[in-house]
């Protein structure tokens, strides 16, 4: 574990430029039947369970891999986004499909997090997204520095104390979970509910 915050935070707050209705296009690593991932994701939504509501625990669905956004829905022409997924599959196609260590976890101020081992492949596939956006955009939105692959099992709900969170997970044991990443997807996202839902556009393969 690294040094623990004293504080949380709400995640859920809105940030710039994010409204309910609001619709963003962004790349992810998702987790469809990924079992192992499921099993590390439930272990943990039991042990945080007794911490109540200051935590909102992630659903298998919804767990993610953050990537890299292209903008929001009605910003961004549809044409643009299909063009990207196009310049996305010659790219992708060059790197191998990959084992993806997730865990052990750490305590962000808004978030309970597990680290993904080893990176070099997951900013190899972001920098490949990347190139695809700069293909057909120019430009490439969010910064390229500051990346650090991660899945969250649990985002912070309220602004309070770590100290509870972080005597739970000092307690804690888990098992690291193992992913196959085969692909990157293309969603459609949204968090009206204080959760990241979404809505599938495009997987494209890797190699």
Excluded: C
Aim: avoid cysteine; aromatic fraction near 8%; proline fraction near 9%.
């Amino acid at each position: 574990m690294t040094t623990q915050p004293e504080t949380m935070r709400n995640h859920w707050w809105w940030r710039p430029g994010w409204s309910v209705g609001r619709r963003f296009y962004t790349w992810h690593l998702t987790f469809e039947s990924q079992d192992d991932v499921h099993r590390l994701a439930a272990e943990y939504r039991s042990a945080l369970a007794p911490l109540g509501d200051i935590l909102t625990p992630i659903p298998d669905q919804w767990l993610h891999l953050t990537m890299q956004g292209i903008g929001f829905v009605g910003e961004t022409k549809e044409q643009d986004v299909h063009a990207i997924v196009d310049a996305a599959h010659p790219r992708l196609a060059a790197i191998p499909a990959f084992d993806l260590q997730i865990g052990p976890e750490v305590l962000d101020p808004e978030a309970v997090l597990l680290h993904g081992h080893p990176d070099g492949p997951v900013r190899a596939v972001r920098n490949a997204i990347r190139g695809a956006i700069g293909d057909v955009l120019g430009e490439v939105p969010e910064k390229a520095e500051g990346f650090t692959p991660h899945v969250s099992v649990a985002y912070s709900a309220g602004d309070g104390p770590a100290e509870p969170i972080a005597q739970v997970l000092a307690g804690l044991t888990l098992a690291p979970a193992r992913a196959r990443i085969s692909s990157a997807e293309l969603i459609v996202i949204h968090r009206d509910n204080q959760m990241y839902e979404w809505e599938p556009y495009a997987k494209v393969p890797l190699g």
